[in-house]
């Protein structure tokens, strides 16, 4: 354990045994970030019951979701002036202050407030990993890695509600938070011990204009998507507004980082048409899984009756066939180099399974959904790990930190949409069928709540029909959308360029590996 893990660009080669410990110090921070969310969920009615303030319930989950999405391109432009290793403990330590000061929160505007400080940190977790990974593994040799991180987001998909529900009932929901202390400790001691790059020298300064004018544009985007449809009517004056200021700020921006001497997301990066397609089959992704992972639940627990405790466990076909597919897909790149036929295949099982999960009505068994789950499981097996892949292959080295910032920015981004916009949908969807079933009065009195199985089997008879039915529709219309998206991603990939990935893959007999493909050539130019 005592060997060192140098940048596998430098002078010496990376050790396995070294990189599987930096890894799995690296999948613990990963599960930090994926997992918080899932935990709170679950004992969010726990913290409004002590703490009050009800009305606030939804900024305990904006603030960190802003805080997280407008500090991942600083992170990482950060870790590519400074130096990985020190951006990324920096990161950890100030997720797990925040994550210290939110199990102390006396009152909801506390919490809040230390629920944005956990998110600046979560916003350099993924980023780091992402980032030290494409430092220390050449992306020919990383497909042998994605089914571990395939892995832990499934962990966290799977385990978060358990864990929660869990914590919150036999040790009370501030446990929800400190639990990430020694996870976190462990992470910061593995990290320190054993990561070892290279120092960096800042050649300039931040780009403070820059970062401001991105963190304004991401925070109108991410507040127009959580706001809209719900808070707000679409076209009220704040949502227009929003919209305004986003616009404004993004060609704000997009001047700013032309003249910056250290632009904070360098425009040259999407130069790369490998890297540009990738940034927007990324979104599309993250607008689909996060749908999904959203209406999948709700529709079990409603219309087929299942329970809201194992919640995580409803996902398991997906989950299990995204994390089956994603390590064949990262073996077949390691031993081939290819990975072209991936995102057109991802692309295309991911419409499929989307259409057929529009399909469903009330009389879909579990088994027959369980089906259409794993069929968008594979597609984003193809696609998940394969996106973050081709992307920090198509840049140079010295951008790897923005590259995987931005890429995980682009997927944040289409995840806040598809909630959005779906939701918006389904709620849509929703109160017409009740009303059309059961008048308008009704329909505001049983649609305006989601319910779970136990409360659905306290309604008369005509008003349980009435809501799955509602219900039903609503995910028909969520899923229509989600696959209409997709066939955009499908479509995309097709104009991939395969070029060589850097790094070796298996060397010839008695021979040395091949050596490092250069500077990718992939610009729209050629």
């Known amino acids: 354990m005592a060997e060192n893990i140098t940048k596998a660009a430098g002078a010496e080669e990376v050790k396995p045994r070294s990189v599987r410990v930096v890894l799995m110090a690296l999948m613990i921070a990963m599960l930090l970030a994926m997992l918080d969310n899932m935990i709170i969920g679950t004992a969010m009615p726990t913290i409004v019951g002590e703490l009050g303030g009800l009305e606030h319930l939804s900024w305990v989950v904006t603030a960190y979701t802003l805080a997280t999405a407008a500090s991942t391109p600083i992170w990482g432009k950060i870790g590519d002036m400074y130096g990985r290793k020190g951006s990324f403990l920096t990161s950890i330590i100030i997720f797990l202050i925040g994550s210290a000061l939110s199990g ?57 509600p358990l864990v929660g529900g869990t914590i919150t009932d036999h040790m009370g929901w501030r446990w929800s938070f400190y639990i990430n202390l020694p996870l976190g400790a462990v992470a910061l001691a593995m990290v320190t011990a054993v990561l070892h790059l290279p120092k960096k020298k800042a050649q300039g300064k931040i780009d403070y204009l820059g970062a401001a004018l991105l963190t304004i544009a991401i925070t109108s985007t991410v507040l127009v998507t959580t706001w809209g449809g719900t808070e707000y009517a679409w076209g009220s004056a704040e949502i227009i507004g929003l919209i305004v200021v986003g616009v404004l700020s993004v060609a704000a921006f997009l001047y700013a980082e032309t003249k910056a001497a250290e632009p904070v997301m360098p425009l040259h990066i999407f130069r790369s048409r490998n890297f540009t397609l990738m940034s927007v089959i990324g979104f599309l992704v993250g607008f689909a899984m996060f749908g999904g992972v959203l209406y999948l639940p709700l529709f079990q627990q409603s219309v087929q009756g299942a329970s809201a405790t194992n919640s995580g466990l409803l996902l398991l076909p997906m989950l299990l066939s995204m994390m089956a597919v ?159 998206v997709a066939v955009v991603g499908f479509v995309l990939a097709w104009f991939v360029k395969e070029v060589p990935l850097r790094g070796a893959g298996p060397a010839p007999a008695g021979g040395e590996p091949a050596k490092a493909a250069q500077a990718p050539q992939d610009t729209f130019a050629h």
């Open 104 to 160: 102390m929160a006396q009152d909801m505007g506390q919490l809040i407030g230390f629920r944005a400080v956990q998110g600046l940190g979560a916003g350099g977790l993924m980023v780091g990993v992402m980032a030290i990974i494409g430092d220390l593994i050449p992306p020919r040799e990383r497909g042998k890695y994605q089914g571990m991180m395939a892995g832990v987001m499934a962990l966290a998909m799977i385990g978060g």
């Open 326 to 484: 994603s390590l064949v897909a990262g073996r077949i790149t390691t031993s081939s180099g290819k990975y072209k036929v991936f995102p057109i295949a991802g692309g295309a099982l991911m419409v499929v399974g989307l259409f057929l999960l529009a399909t469903m009505d009330t009389g879909t068994t579990r088994l027959v959904s369980g089906l259409y789950m794993a069929v968008l499981g594979a597609g984003l097996g193809f696609l998940m790990q394969i996106t973050m892949l081709v992307a920090q292959n198509s840049v140079e080295m010295k951008d790897m930190g923005v590259a995987s910032s931005s890429a995980t920015l682009f997927r944040t981004l289409g995840g806040s949409f598809g909630v959005a916009l779906m939701g918006s949908l389904f709620t849509s969807r929703v109160t017409d069928t009740m009303s059309e079933r059961l008048g308008p009065e009704a329909a505001r009195s049983a649609g305006s709540a989601q319910l779970d199985a136990a409360s659905l089997a306290k309604l008369p008879e005509a008003v349980r029909d009435a809501y799955q039915h509602a219900v039903a529709a609503g995910t028909h219309s969520a899923f229509l959308l989600g696959a209409a």
